[in-house]
């Protein structure tokens, strides 16, 4: 079994691809329904984010994961072939270990990827399109994830692209205490960028579509504004941020062109995105979209402790893959061993049950270890008749 990857990153792919490939939890567990009934595909991950959009494959045969993406969202092929990075095999498990370790985003060492690989493999397990390949790599991965960040100190940089973006307004703008900012969405992204803006001293404003007390989360220190009300709102701040998960634009150039008094700063945290982009040509505003957060991550050389993290993980990985292909040529091992020792049993005559038990091993480790010559090691010997005291007698063998 081979394992593709096909992925779109914010280093090569524009925004205005990434967001045709951008998609909710419920678009994505359709997706890999769609694309695991392609033959020959075994199984299928897809990992959507505001920065990349990457989907796991495996098959038996060569495969184009972009390529199948593209078909299942029914878009056009041909503007994402040059974009597309598709890896195979060993580099692919080498990208997905940096990718949950925060090595492969736009900030560097941020911290809501993780959730986001297991969101990805959660989403497909309950869609039905994973298999042991994928569940045992995006569990490795995870774990070598938890323990880089758990042991690891990456940066001082932002760790999340809400972060980035509270410090970008105060490069621009200067201390927010006392600013007016209004937050367009209560996701986890939106709910996060609030309570840093409040932190900064803002005062702080989220929009709910609906709100009934105790059913729905508001950042302490923030208010609430219902979401069809957010213009009468905005219309009274510095700074507007929109963070939702909306395949349609949250703000139009017209709407916001309609305020008498607009904020000045606007940013677009969302993929797709939330504010159209044709309100940055109105006079006196200033539009950000989380393209120009800059990439945190560029030039950064990957700590040796980090690297042995990775190193460690992959090889349980590939110890388990290992194994697990080994088991497909158990049992025609085990036929032709039979098949061998009953050729030699009227050379046996009338040995005792002992006798032809002694001579059967004999003959089965001989065969064995000459099959095996050139690879075989009296440590791995050693660990074979450990193995094998332990489950007879209870005791393994003590050197």
């Known amino acids: 079994m081979n394992l593709f990857l096909s992925g779109l990153e ?3 792919a524009p925004i205005n691809l990434r967001e045709k490939l951008s998609f909710t939890k419920t678009q994505t567990g359709d997706l890999v329904r769609k694309i695991l009934s392609f033959p020959p595909i075994s ?3 897809l990992l959507s984010t505001c920065n990349r959009t990457e989907l796991y494959v495996t098959s038996e045969e060569e495969q184009d994961p972009g390529k199948l993406l593209c078909e299942a969202a029914k878009v056009p092929y041909a503007p994402y072939q040059a974009a597309f990075v598709t890896l195979s095999n060993d580099e692919a498990v080498q990208h997905l270990m940096e990718v949950a370790a925060g090595l492969r985003s736009r ?21 039905g399109t994973t298999d042991g390949l994928l569940e045992t790599l995006f569990r490795s991965a995870i774990a070598a994830g938890k323990e880089v960040r758990t042991h690891v100190h990456l940066t001082a940089v932002p760790a999340s692209a809400a972060r980035a973006a509270v410090e970008l307004l105060k490069q621009k703008n200067g201390p927010l205490t006392g600013q007016k900012a209004l937050v367009i969405g209560n996701g986890e992204m ?3 960028s609030a309570s840093l803006l409040y ?3 803002c005062q702080v404003s989220v929009t709910l579509r609906t709100y009934h007390h105790g059913e729905t989360i508001v950042p302490p220190g923030c208010g609430v504004v219902p979401y069809d009300e957010r213009f009468l709102h905005m219309n009274q701040c510095d700074i507007l941020l ?3 998960t909306s395949p349609h634009y949250t703000v139009t150039r017209e709407a916001f062109a309609a305020l008498s008094s607009p904020p000045r700063v606007v940013i677009d945290l969302a993929i797709p995105r939330d504010i159209q982009p044709e309100v940055s040509t109105l006079p006196g505003v200033t539009l950000f979209n989380i393209d120009d957060l800059g990439d945190f991550a560029q030039h950064r050389t990957i700590p040796p402790e980090v690297t042995a993290i990775l190193d460690t993980h992959k090889e349980n990985f590939y110890r388990w893959l290992h194994y697990k292909e080994c088991m497909s040529s158990v049992d025609s091992l085990k036929q032709a061993l039979m098949e061998r020792l009953f050729t030699q049993q009227e050379l ?3 040995l005792s049950a002992a006798e032809v038990v002694e001579i059967a091993v004999d003959k089965t480790v001989d065969l064995l270890v000459s099959g095996l010559a050139d690879r075989i090691t009296s440590e791995n010997l050693a660990k074979c008749e450990s193995k094998i ?5 209870g005791r393994p063998v003590i050197s």
Do not use: F, N
Request: a negative charge.
């Open 389 to 393: 005291r332990l489950h007879t007698t």
């Open 348 to 350: 046996m005559g009338d």
């Open 107 to 127: 900030i560097w060492g941020e911290d809501q990827i993780l959730a986001q690989v297991k969101g990805a493999i959660t989403l497909a397990r309950e869609a």
């Open 242 to 244: 929109s963070a939702t």
């Open 43 to 45: 199984g299928c991950v």
């Open 199 to 201: 932190q900064e001293g």
């Open 190 to 192: 939106g709910r996060l």
């Open 10 to 12: 914010h280093s090569l």
